[in-house]
C-alpha cells in the first residue's frame, strides 16, 4: 500500500514559508550583488543619474517659517480661533520693555535716568522703503481723553481713586458730557489727538523734564500711591504694577520699590504679515511688519549700548523679536560642533574599516560611506519637495540621524565581507560581493524597514513639524538602503579591485610590489571581545549577572517612568548667557505672579437679546480661581446705562435694539468707554452722534494666574473653553471661545503625552509585525521585541533621572530612538539564525564575534557624531544628545548582552539549509556555511 503523506503542522508550515522567504531575499540580493560588482562604473553613472534628476524636485523646495503651521495642529480650536481672530480683528501687539533695578527705583535720580533712556529710545528711526518711520509710527493709538486736572483725578468730586476697580458704584459712572449737546460734544471729542499706548510711570508728571528733575521722594511716593488716571491719555492705570520689590507702610502704600518696568505697546495689522517673509527658519518670529521688525533690532542695539554704560543700577530689556532671534542663533549658532563631529566621524570610520598598511587604508570608502547619507539626505529633500511636504526647523538634525543609520550598514556589510573573504577566499570578486551582500542585505533591510515603519508611524501626528520631520526622516531611510545597496556596494567592489592589485590607498596610481603583505589576522579588538565573552559573558555567573543586571535596571527605570512628567517651557529654548535670558530671570524674580494674558471671543449675535447671559457669564468668570484682572465691557456698560439712562440691560425686553444701539455708541464714545473700543468690531466704522451697527466680533479681556504647570493650565484652558461654550447663547453664528497666546504651548502639551504614548505603542506593534514577516521566526521576534521594549523603556526612566520631560523635542527623539533601537538587537537575532552550527552557546558566541563588532562599531559612530552637541547650549541639540546617549548604551547592552545570553540558553533553531539551483552559480548551503560548485553553462 502507498504510504500516507504526513500532514505538516502549523509550526512546520511557518518554518517552511519561513525558509522560502529568507533564501527568497538572499538569493535577490545575492543577484544584485553580483550585477552590480560586475558593473560598478554603470552602477555609480545610473545612481548619480537618479540623484541628479531628483534635484529637479528641489525647485519647489519651501521651508515653513509660519509657526501656526509648525507647531499648532491644524484640527485644534487654538488653530480654528486664532484664524478667526486674524479676520475679525486683525491688530496684534508687540511689547518692547526694559526693566530697571536699583536698591530705591522711587528716587529723583533714577526716574531722570529712565526719562534720559526712554527719550532715546522714543527718537530711535529707520528707514524703509523711502520712508522714515519711528516709534510713534509704529506704536499703538488710543485717543486722549483729557477730562481730568493735572494731577491725574477727575475734574468732578464724585471720582474716587478706585474708579478702576470692580467695585464702583453707580456714582461713578455718571457721565457729564451728557449735559452737553451731541454735536458739540462730538465735535469736541474729535477734536481729541491720539497717543501712544505705553506703560511709563514718567506719565506721571507728563514726561516733563523740568518736573521730574526737582521732584522730592515725598512726591513720588504721593504721586504713585493717589494717582490712578494717566494725566496724558486719561486712561485708568494702576502705576503700582509697575513696580517691583515693593515695600508698603502700615497703611498700604508703596514706599519702596528694587524695580520698574516700561512697556512700548506696538502695533501689528497680522491680516497683512506674510510669515515667509519675516519668519525665521525655526519657526518662532510672530506677526511683525517689516519696519517694525528693523525698529526692534535698533532698539535692541541701542539699549544694549546703554546698558553697557551703566554701572549704578542694571537694565534688563525684550523687544518682540527677542525670542524668534535668540532661539533661531540657539539652533544654528552651535552647527559647527555637528561639522567637527562629520570629521571626527570620518576618521573614527576609516579607522575601523580600514588595516593600518599603505594598501588597506580606505580613505575613498570612507569618504562614500558619508556621501552615502548625503546623496540620500538630498533624494529625500527633493523627493518631499516634489509631493508638496515643507522643510522645517528640527529637519537641521536629519543628517545625523541617517548618517548613524548609514554608517552602520556600511559596518554590516563589512563584518559580512570578513566572514566571505575567510570561508571563500578563492573565489572571483563578484561572486564574494554577491555572498557579501546576500547575507548582509537581509540584515539591513530588516533594520531600514522597520525604521522606516515606525517612522511612519510618527508621521500620523496631529503635530505638523513633526509629521513632515517624520516622513523627511522615513524617506531618507529609504534612500540609504536603496544607495547603501547599490552605490556603495560599487565603490567597495572598485575598491578591493585596487586592494587586490595592491594599489596605494593614497595615491590609486602607486602600484606597491607583488611581495606587499596583505593582513589577515584578528584585530586586537576582536581578540579582547572574544575574550569578553568567552570569559565573562558566557559563562555561568556571568550570564546570571547580566540577566539580573537587567531586570533591576528595568525595574529601576519603569519606577523613575511612572515620575515622568510632561511639560515644556519655551524659556526652555533660550540658553544661558544672553541679554533675554537675562530680562526672563530678572522679570520672574520680581513680578512672580504676573499671569497671562487672555480673551473670550464672541461672534456674531443678538447682543440686545443675549446681554443677560453675557452679563451671568461674566459673573461666573469673575468666581473662577484661576482668574485674574477680569476687564470687559460688560459690567461697565450695564452701569453707564443704568445710572444715566436708568434702563436695566439684565432685562433684555426693557430696551429696543435701536435704544440698546444708541447707548452702546455713546458709552464707546464717554471717557468711561472709550478704552473698550478695541473690544468691538461693527459692520459700519464706529462714528460719535450715531448707532452703532452690526456687531460682528467682540471681545472681553482678562488674565489667567500663574501656575505652575501643565497640571493646573491644561484643565484652567479647558475650563475656561467649556464655561463660555456652555453659555445659553442661542441667537447669531453660535462661535465663541477663549483664545491665548500661550495656548499654543499649553495645546501641544496637552496632547503631546497622548501623542508619545500612542506613537511608541504603534511603533512597537509595527516593528513586531515587521520582524514577524522579515525575520519569519516567531520566537526571535519576540526576543527581539523584549529588546526594544526595554530599551524605550529604560530611556524614559533615565530620561526623568536626568531631569527631562515630555515635549515635542522628547517626542521626535523618541520617534527616531526607536527605530534606531531595532537596528542593534535585529542585527544579532538574524545572524544568529543565520548559523546552524553547534549548540545555542556556540551559535551565540559566533553572532557576537562576526555581527557583534559592526553592531559596536554602528553605534559609536552615533554617538562620536553626536558627542560634541554635550556641549551645546542649546535645548534641542542637549535634548536630542541625551536620548540619543541613553539609546546607544541601552539599546547595545540589550542588543549585545541581554539578547545573547537569552539565546545561548533559549535561543530558537536556525534557518534550515536549501540547495537553489537554475543560475550559473549551485550553492549548497550546509551548516550555515556557503560552498561554491562553480560550473560554465556551456562547457559539457
Known amino acids: 500500500m502507498p504510504s500516507k503523506k504526513k ?20 538569493s535577490v540580493f545575492f543577484t544584485l550583488g553580483i550585477i552590480v560588482a560586475k558593473h560598478p562604473w554603470r552602477t555609480i553613472t545610473i545612481t548619480w543619474i537618479f540623484v541628479l534628476l531628483s534635484c529637479i ?37 508687540r511689547f518692547q520693555k526694559i526693566l530697571i533695578t536699583a536698591n530705591n527705583i522711587l528716587d529723583p535720580d533714577t526716574l531722570m535716568t529712565v526719562k534720559n533712556i526712554t527719550s532715546e529710545i522714543n527718537a530711535l528711526q529707520i528707514t524703509y522703503e523711502n520712508k522714515t518711520y519711528s516709534v510713534k509710527d509704529l506704536c499703538y493709538k488710543v485717543p486722549v481723553v483729557k477730562l481730568f486736572t493735572s494731577n491725574g483725578k477727575r475734574s468732578d468730586n464724585n471720582s474716587s481713586s478706585n474708579s478702576v476697580q470692580n467695585n464702583n458704584t453707580e456714582n461713578d459712572y455718571v457721565d457729564l458730557t451728557l449735559w452737553v449737546d451731541d454735536e458739540y460734544y462730538c465735535n469736541f471729542l474729535e477734536s481729541f489727538s491720539l497717543a501712544c499706548l505705553q506703560y511709563d510711570i514718567l506719565d506721571l508728571w507728563e514726561n516733563d523734564p523740568n518736573v521730574i528733575k526737582n521732584l522730592t521722594k515725598h512726591d513720588i511716593i504721593r504721586k504713585l500711591n493717589d494717582v490712578k488716571i494717566n494725566p496724558v491719555t486719561g486712561h485708568p492705570v494702576d502705576y503700582t504694577t509697575l513696580l517691583g520689590g515693593i515695600q508698603r507702610d502700615e497703611s498700604g502704600d508703596v514706599v519702596t520699590a528694587k524695580s520698574l518696568l516700561t512697556t512700548w505697546y506696538t502695533h501689528v495689522n497680522m491680516s497683512e504679515v506674510d510669515l515667509n517673509e519675516v519668519g525665521n527658519l525655526v519657526g518662532t518670529e510672530d506677526w511683525v511688519s517689516v519696519p517694525l521688525a528693523m525698529w526692534e533690532s535698533k532698539f535692541l542695539s541701542k539699549i544694549i549700548h546703554i546698558s553697557s554704560m551703566t554701572k549704578s543700577y542694571s537694565i534688563y530689556f525684550e523687544a518682540g523679536r527677542s525670542f524668534a532671534d535668540i532661539s533661531g542663533e540657539s539652533m544654528f549658532c552651535e552647527l559647527d560642533k555637528l561639522y567637527i563631529g562629520i570629521a571626527l566621524m570620518f576618521i573614527y570610520v576609516v579607522c575601523a574599516i580600514s588595516r593600518f598598511n599603505w594598501v588597506e587604508i580606505r580613505l575613498t570608502l570612507g569618504s562614500v560611506g558619508l556621501l552615502n547619507v548625503g546623496m540620500a539626505y538630498i533624494s529625500a529633500v527633493a523627493w518631499c519637495s516634489i509631493i508638496g511636504i515643507p522643510f522645517g526647523p528640527v529637519h537641521s538634525s536629519l543628517p545625523f540621524l541617517l548618517m548613524g543609520l548609514g554608517v552602520d550598514d556600511m559596518f554590516v556589510m563589512n563584518a559580512c565581507w570578513k566572514i566571505v573573504t575567510t570561508e571563500q577566499s578563492h573565489k572571483s570578486l563578484p561572486y564574494k560581493v554577491g555572498l557579501m551582500l546576500k547575507h548582509a542585505g537581509v540584515s539591513i533591510i530588516i533594520t531600514s524597514f522597520t525604521d522606516i515603519v515606525a517612522l511612519l508611524i510618527g508621521a500620523i501626528t496631529i503635530l505638523p513639524s513633526l509629521k513632515s520631520f517624520c516622513i523627511y526622516a522615513a524617506i531618507g531611510v529609504f534612500f540609504i538602503f536603496c ?58 555567573p556571568g550570564k546570571f549577572i547580566s540577566i539580573m543586571f537587567t531586570l533591576m535596571v528595568t525595574g529601576f527605570s519603569i519606577k523613575s517612568l511612572l515620575q515622568l512628567e510632561q511639560r515644556f517651557d519655551p524659556k526652555w529654548f533660550i540658553p544661558d548667557g544672553n541679554y533675554y ?53 460688560v459690567e461697565p456698560f450695564h452701569r453707564y446705562v443704568k445710572t444715566n439712562y436708568n434702563r436695566d440691560l439684565k432685562n433684555s425686553s426693557s430696551v429696543t435694539n435701536l435704544e440698546f444701539n444708541n447707548y452702546l455708541s455713546r458709552f464707546l464714545n464717554s471717557p468711561f468707554g472709550g478704552r473698550y473700543q478695541i473690544n468691538f468690531r461693527f459692520t459700519q466704522p464706529l462714528h460719535c452722534g450715531s448707532a452703532v451697527s452690526n456687531i460682528t466680533a467682540s471681545s472681553l479681556m482678562f488674565t489667567f494666574l500663574k501656575f505652575a504647570g501643565p497640571d493646573e493650565y491644561i484643565p484652567a484652558m479647558n475650563q475656561a473653553k467649556k464655561l463660555i461654550k456652555s453659555a445659553n447663547i442661542t441667537s447669531g453664528d453660535g462661535y465663541r471661545s477663549v483664545w491665548s497666546k500661550v495656548f499654543a504651548n499649553w495645546v501641544t502639551d496637552e496632547i503631546i503625552a497622548v501623542e508619545v504614548e500612542r506613537n511608541i505603542e504603534l511603533a512597537l506593534l509595527c516593528v513586531m509585525m515587521c520582524t514577524v514577516i522579515l525575520i519569519t521566526n516567531l520566537q526571535m521576534c519576540l526576543w527581539i521585541f523584549i529588546c526594544v521594549l526595554l530599551t524605550i523603556v529604560n530611556v524614559l526612566g533615565w530620561m526623568q533621572v536626568w531631569g527631562m520631560t515630555v515635549d515635542i523635542v522628547c517626542c521626535i527623539g523618541l520617534e527616531l530612538a526607536i527605530g534606531l533601537c531595532v537596528d542593534y538587537s535585529a542585527h544579532v537575532g538574524h545572524t544568529f539564525l543565520t548559523i546552524n552550527e553547534g549548540s545555542r552557546n556556540d551559535r551565540a558566541y559566533k553572532t557576537v564575534m562576526s555581527i557583534g563588532t559592526a553592531v559596536l562599531l554602528g553605534g559609536g559612530s552615533t554617538l562620536l557624531s553626536l558627542s560634541l552637541l554635550s556641549m551645546s547650549k542649546a535645548y534641542t541639540f542637549q535634548s536630542f544628545f541625551k536620548i540619543f546617549l541613553l539609546v546607544i548604551i541601552f539599546g547595545l547592552f540589550n542588543g549585545l548582552i541581554f539578547l545573547p545570553v537569552v539565546l545561548s540558553l533559549v535561543g530558537p533553531d536556525g534557518y534550515k539549509a536549501k540547495e537553489v539551483k537554475g543560475s550559473p552559480f549551485e550553492i549548497v548551503e550546509l551548516n550555515g556555511k556557503c560552498l561554491e560548485v562553480e560550473k560554465e553553462m556551456n562547457n559539457t
Open 483 to 540: 544607495y547603501s545597496v547599490t552605490f556603495y556596494v560599487a565603490v567597495f567592489t572598485l575598491d578591493q579591485r585596487r586592494i587586490q592589485t595592491k594599489r596605494n590607498g593614497f595615491l590609486f596610481c602607486y602600484q606597491h610590489n607583488e611581495e606587499f603583505p596583505i593582513s589577515t589576522d584578528i584585530t586586537i579588538f576582536q581578540k579582547v571581545l572574544s575574550k569578553f565573552y568567552k570569559q565573562i559573558v558566557f559563562t555561568r
Open 581 to 633: 535670558k537675562d530680562f526672563l530671570n530678572a522679570h520672574e524674580s520680581f513680578y512672580p505672579t504676573q499671569g497671562y494674558p487672555a480673551v473670550i471671543f464672541l461672534g456674531e449675535m443678538d447682543y440686545k437679546r443675549e446681554f443677560p447671559q453675557l452679563y451671568n457669564v461674566v459673573q461666573t468668570f469673575k468666581n473662577e480661581s484661576y482668574v485674574n484682572d477680569l476687564v470687559t465691557w
Open 7 to 26: 500532514i505538516k503542522s502549523p509550526q512546520q508550515v511557518w518554518e517552511s514559508v519561513s525558509t522560502i522567504f529568507v533564501h527568497f531575499v538572499e
Open 57 to 93: 524636485g528641489l525647485l519647489r523646495f519651501y521651508i515653513e517659517k509660519n509657526p501656526m503651521n509648525l507647531w499648532v495642529p491644524p484640527e485644534s480650536d487654538f488653530y480654528q480661533d486664532t484664524n478667526w481672530y486674524i479676520n475679525k480683528f486683525g491688530s496684534n501687539f
